[in-house]
């Protein structure tokens, strides 16, 4: 069983945003020339922009195992770094996670001159070529915009003097670094078109179209003896009320059925063992008043009534019809969002909890 999930999680879907993404990065990687070659582009920056569960980090990933690191004769060689901007990053934390990615600290005396002179330094020893920075919406401090802008100014630093392209991922508020404003005038003119992984549409043909031909894929790929009809229009718009069409998100509801339909037997995926992936994650604390008896009633005498199970008018995968599409239309604006951070394949650190089809967490 562990095998079968293992490999349904760990498979690469190239959907249409997933290809974008990495043609974007490729473009990028593109520009970068050895420094002994002249002349030389200068180095850009890149953004990828995505809410939680957009494939950001998937698109990072997968980039990656296509340059793995290797070691010859006289040093290793690391084509690209990466990096996870720390939670309300500066620009020495954003020096420490660099550094330390090449497994060097950085020292306290080390002024900005000296710093990007030592990264200069580790790059081309180790023949790095790009450096990826997850989680870059850490960089954007909403209520100290000087800090955001020593942390941009010091990319741009790193552009001009280290000459790797970079590439920056994050939530959509790291896109406030290419706001035009004074402060983010220098690091702007480095920047290549901005790539934002939206979600699919239910709303329209084409969205509709491939975000259900995702799903048939994904019915492929979990192998199980009976069809599940995944890409099925009531399964399909189901699927998407859960998930906002991310497809992260939805490989995780996926990935959950399937590791317990293997436990217990199942051949296929319905409606109900969805509803019960979606009910673990988000449970509701409440008295059953289904049955509640008199405080003086005797047990013997009162007649057992079934409880009917969980309730099920939130449950995007067991309410009504017509309960789903308030559900769909009351999310269809989503609140300002807030800090997301989670646990990356590469590296990570810390996560919070966050809430259903706000796409706050899963």
């Known amino acids: ?39 030389r582009f200068k180095a850009r920056a890149l953004l990828v922009i995505g809410s939680a569960g957009s494939g950001k980090t998937t698109a990072l990933e997968d980039y ?3 340059y793995p690191d290797s070691a010859t004769e006289d040093a290793d060689v690391r084509r690209i770094v990466y990096v996870e901007a720390p939670e309300r990053t500066t ?22 001159s000296e710093v990007i002179e030592k990264i200069a330094f580790y ?12 989680e870059g919406h850490h960089m954007v401090n909403e209520n100290n915009p000087d800090m955001t ?16 392209q970079i590439v920056i991922a994050g939530l959509p508020r790291l896109l406030d670094i290419s706001v035009p404003g004074e402060k983010t005038m220098q690091l702007r003119r480095r ?19 491939m975000f259900s031909g995702v799903l048939g894929v994904m019915e492929k790929m ?11 229009h009531e399964m399909a718009k189901r699927i998407y009320v859960a998930t906002g069409g991310e497809i992260g998100i939805v490989s995780k509801y996926l ?9 217990i037997g199942r051949r296929s995926i319905d409606l109900n063992l969805l509803g019960e992936v979606h009910s673990g994650w988000h449970p509701i604390y409440e008295p059953d008043v289904r049955d509640m008896l008199d405080f003086d009633a005797i047990l013997e005498d009162e007649p057992t009534v079934p409880s009917g199970g969980p309730p099920h008018h939130d449950n995007p995968f067991l309410c009504s019809a017509e309960r789903l599409r308030e559900i769909w239309l009351r999310d269809t604006v989503p609140p300002s969002p807030r800090n997301m951070s989670r646990v990356t394949k590469l590296r990570g650190s810390g996560a919070q909890s966050l809430r259903p089809f706000v796409r706050e967490g899963l």
């Open 1 to 39: 069983m562990p095998d079968a999930v293992l490999a349904f999680e760990t498979t690469v879907i190239p959907h249409t945003r997933h290809t974008e993404a990495k043609a974007a990065i490729r473009e990028l990687h593109g520009r970068y020339r050895p420094r002994e070659d002249s002349p």
């Open 91 to 112: 620009r020495r934390a954003l020096v420490g996670a660099i550094l330390g990615a090449y497994g060097y600290r950085a020292r306290d005396h080390w002024n900005t």
């Open 222 to 232: 979990m192998g199980l003896p009976d069809a599940s009809g995944l890409a099925k």
């Open 191 to 209: 920047l290549q078109p901005t790539i934002i992984l939206k979600p699919y549409d239910w709303a329209t043909r084409s969205g509709r179209t």
């Open 255 to 263: 990935s959950q059925a399937l590791s317990v339909a293997l436990a």
């Open 149 to 164: 802008a020593e942390v941009t100014e010091f990319i741009k630093s790193l552009l001009n003097r280290v000459k790797v």
């Open 64 to 66: 990656v195992a296509d």
């Open 123 to 134: 790059a081309e020893e180790t023949g790095t070529e790009m450096i990826f920075i997850d």
